[in-house]
């Protein structure tokens, strides 16, 4: 278990960098120290309304979504999902949204 600082804040991390307690600890926070770890220059409602699906998702069936699920969620294609989140939807998007590592292919 790792710890990581930003702007005054403390979170609890895996090995991976995704947040251990996930909602509880998830805030805007969280979301900027994210933006800047994946090279994400500014956030647009685009990358709000994929972390707004991950979370609800996640809420409801207590895993992330597969890519295709998330693409036709969000109505955006999956070429615009990896231009939004260059890390990819698993690393990126699920990490920002507060989510745990995924297992599968997302």
């Known amino acids: 278990m790792a710890t990581i600082e930003h702007n005054g804040k403390s979170y609890e991390v895996d090995e991976d960098g995704f947040l251990l307690n ?8 969280w979301v900027n120290y994210v933006k800047g770890v994946e090279g994400i220059s500014e956030l647009t409602p685009e990358h709000q309304k994929v972390v707004d699906a991950l979370q609800e998702y996640y809420k409801k069936n207590g895993i992330a979504p597969m890519v295709r699920i998330l693409s036709k969620t969000t109505g955006f ?9 260059p890390s990819g939807p698993g690393k990126g998007a699920c990490k920002m949204a507060g989510l745990p590592k995924p297992t599968g292919c997302v």
């Open 22 to 29: 996930g909602a509880e600890s998830w805030d805007d926070n």
């Open 77 to 85: 294609p999956l070429k615009r999902i990896y231009e939004l989140f």
